[in-house]
């Protein structure tokens, strides 16, 4: 059983379109994030959601827009996509907050072309 | 923000043989993990030790938070192991486990 399950894993587009990508975690965590891995393999925090409510929300364009619908899916929607979109997008969940352990899921690769 | 630095970048190992990853940080800390990032992408959970020593087969690791550093030992490598190992911390006083990740150590075991 997958405990972190992110769709689609490859995601191939054009500039100017929007995506989506879903997250589902079946852990029963509170908290779930969104990173971005770059072409060079760095990991950056994007957002992070507790029960449905934003709490993270680090400095990331306004075309990428978060929606938790519950406390087990954070789903990631990203408009007008531009090239330094193509990354490695990989969501993540915890049981609470703070000190606890993150567990990732298998990533999304996103190329925008 | 916190820093996080890892050394070395890059190793290459020789099957069978023992090695040493170091992550330095600039801040106190509250989680301390490391992560294999194996070569299909998948980010597996080794530790989450934000201090004292933890040891999980050819594993360990060991966190002095009051000298900012950690260590994650492999010994008895094998091909298996290749990949890049990161290590993330979460400064001490931010909260919702806001990750902070270094650049990672590049392994390549050789057969």
């Known amino acids: 059983d997958t405990a972190v399950s992110q769709t689609p894993k490859y995601l191939v587009t054009q500039m100017g379109n929007d995506k989506s990508i879903k997250c589902e975690q079946n852990l029963g965590h509170d908290t779930m994030y969104w990173y971005k891995q770059d072409s060079k393999k760095f990991l950056k925090i994007m957002f992070s959601y507790n029960n449905k409510e934003l709490i993270i929300n680090e400095t990331v364009p306004n075309r990428f827009s978060p929606k938790s619908p519950d406390k087990a899916h954070l789903n990631l929607h990203i408009n007008s996509l531009e090239l330094g979109d193509s990354a490695v997008y990989f969501c993540?969940?915890?049981?609470?907050?703070?000190?606890?352990?993150?567990?990732f899921g298998p990533g999304t690769r996103l190329t925008v072309t | 923000g916190i820093q996080v630095e890892q050394s070395p970048p890059d190793l290459i190992l020789q099957e069978g043989a023992n090695s040493t990853l170091r992550c330095n940080f600039s801040d106190s800390v509250n989680n301390l993990q490391w992560f294999h990032q194996n070569p299909w992408g998948q980010l597996i959970n080794l530790f989450y030790?934000?201090?004292g020593t933890k040891q999980n087969g050819r594993l360990s690791a060991t966190t002095v938070a009051t000298e900012r550093y950690s260590l994650l030992y492999i010994s008895s490598s094998q091909t298996t192991d290749s990949g890049v190992y990161f290590c993330a911390v979460e400064r001490y006083g931010d909260s919702w486990g806001k990750l902070q990740f270094g650049a990672g150590t590049q392994v390549v075991v050789t057969p």
């Open positions: 030790i934000p201090s």
């Open positions: 993540a969940s915890n049981p609470g907050w703070s000190s606890y352990e993150q567990y």
